[in-house]
DNA sequence: CTTGACGTTCCAGTAACTAGAAGCCCTAAC
DNA sequence: GTTAGGGCTTCTAGTTACTGGAACGTCAAG
């Protein structure tokens, strides 16, 4: 099948899976006799692989790490595991630093009136002003 | 006083009032007369009110929106507030992404037996095998 | 006078793509 | 037969918010 209909079934864009393709991250498409990248079942479901996991936080490079162990057969689950709790580290602590931001700014539109008047507990707080 | 001195007082890094410089976002700092930015204590001022408001997670070209209406006298807080709530809504949604990711992870990781067996939840689920 | 720590500009690189240009290829309709 | 439309190819550039580094000017101390 053409990379649309890749594009589709494994829910990756089109301009994705070349992208993919040129960093190394999945293995070079075969091609028709037209030059057109050709793909099978077995590459939507990898390709089905990689959307699921960029879905889930992992880098790109973690999802590298990750299908160079679905492909090794003699894989242990501690090396994934590992991988997976990177990605969990990362995400908690991106999501205690987002928290903190959106804490204090609903603290402050809180205390913002909101109305035509130019005082503006948020912009005071922004200047340093207390 | 000299670019470093500034980047220390405010902190922003010399590099980012450079860039901020460039792409507008502030003025563009006097110069001595041997070239060098000379910034004084309002600039500092300055500064730290971008500093802060990136740290809350504006973006650069909210700061430049909070940055003018807090030039503006007649700002009122309602624009202000508008601002803000954006943010908000942006973390939040963030938030809520990651949480999401999170939480599969962490289920995941959970069945994993993260020994030396090639038999791994993880990579089952990232393959679609459920 | 030299050394080293600053300052300057400009270019590249980061992450993970997306947008768009220029140019084949294929199919179907006229 | 050819023309119109899509889809495919490659390539470059743009996105966000900077950071790192090169090449070079400037300044204060020894």
């Known amino acids: 099948m053409n990379i649309s209909q890749a ?8 301009k994705a899976i070349r992208y993919y393709e040129g960093i190394g991250l ?8 037209n030059g057109y990248r050709d793909f099978d079942d077995g590459d939507v479901h990898m390709l089905r692989f990689v959307a699921r996991a960029r879905g889930l936080g992992f880098s790109v490079i973690e999802v590298a790490e990750l299908l160079a162990l679905y492909r090794d057969r ?28 959106g804490d204090t700014l609903k603290h402050l539109v809180e205390r913002c009136h909101g109305d035509q008047r130019p005082d503006c507990p948020i912009l005071d707080d922004l ?4």
């Open 127 to 130: 200047a340093g002003r207390h």
């Open 26 to 33: 999945i293995e070079p498409a075969r091609r028709s006799d």
């Open 7 to 14: 594009a589709v079934q494994s829910g990756v864009s089109s």
């Open 74 to 101: 003699e894989r242990a689950s501690a090396q994934v595991r590992k991988v997976a709790q990177g990605a969990i580290r990362r995400i908690e602590d991106k999501v205690a630093e987002l928290q903190s931001m």
